[in-house]
Antibody, heavy 116, light 113 residues
Framework: QVQLVQSGAEVKKPGASVKVSCKASGYTFTGYYMHWVRQAPGQGLEWMGRINPNSGGTNYAQKFQGRVTMTRDTSISTAYMELSRLRSDDTAVYYC?????????WGRGTLVTVSS | DIVMTQTPLSLSVTPGQPASISCKSSQSLLHSDGKTYLYWYLQKPGQPPQLLIYEVSNRFSGVPDRFSGSGSGTDFTLKISRVEAEDVGVYYCMQSIQLPRLTFGGGTKVEIK
């Protein structure tokens, strides 16, 4: 069925990097942009950026410029979001979401905990 | 960036009663193509957001007709005609007129009395 399956929870130390994956199935992966949105504990939704799985082109929120890298592997229909130089306030659930001019299909999220 | 402001912060509703959530944007969400890029999502506890309404007033596939959206320009409303227990969660409005940038409202938590 149509779904996005994300990688499992991660625990990282401050200063480290994390790479979250998002595997698409049930639709043409290269036909839709993919957003990444995060949600800190008890907080709202924050857009991080978007990747075009067809071209690999990216757009990042200014807040994350220089720290975030979004990539994809079309051979396995998987998008990736890597966040570097992690801080404690990067502790959040990270979601991928398919774009149809709006996010219509979301992954279940990946909890990233940053703690020393 | 467009700022999305939701009110109220929380709502406690008796089952079967109506509920209404307001969302105001800092800029008009009416595009030159004639569409208004305002959406409503519900995030149930422990789940990702799920789309309820797209382009102000269109119910997404499978969304019950007790949910309705209205508004124009910068002022929008989500209404639930008769709240049910399964409607609990946090409701978010979102704009996509500034694609690729998306911005969300702060959320409105709906609980059952």
């Amino acid at each position: 069925q149509v779904q996005l399956v994300q990688s499992g929870a991660e625990v990282k130390k401050p200063g480290a990097s994390v790479k979250v994956s998002c595997k698409a199935s049930g639709y043409t992966f290269t036909g839709y942009y993919m957003h990444w949105v995060r949600q800190a504990p008890g907080q709202g939704l924050e857009w991080m950026g978007r990747i075009n799985p067809n071209s690999g082109g990216t757009n990042y929120a200014q807040k994350f410029q220089g720290r975030v890298t979004m990539t994809r592997d079309t051979s396995i229909s998987t998008a990736y979001m890597e966040l570097s130089r992690l801080r404690s306030d990067d502790t959040a659930v990270y979601y991928c979401a398919r774009d149809r001019d709006f996010p219509d299909l979301w992954g279940r999220g990946t909890l990233v905990t940053v703690s020393s | 960036d467009i700022v999305m402001t939701q009110t109220p912060l929380s709502l406690s509703v008796t089952p079967g009663q109506p509920a209404s959530i307001s969302c105001k944007s800092s800029q008009s969400l009416l595009h030159s193509d004639g569409k208004t890029y305002l959406y409503w999502y519900l995030q149930k506890p422990g789940q990702p957001p799920q789309l309820l309404i797209y382009e102000v007033s269109n119910r997404f596939s499978g969304v019950p007709d007790r949910f309705s959206g209205s508004g124009s320009g910068t002022d929008f409303t989500l209404k639930i005609s008769r709240v049910e227990a399964e409607d609990v969660g946090v409701y978010y409005c979102m704009q996509s007129i500034q694609l690729p940038r998306l911005t969300f409202g702060g959320g409105t938590k709906v609980e059952i009395k």
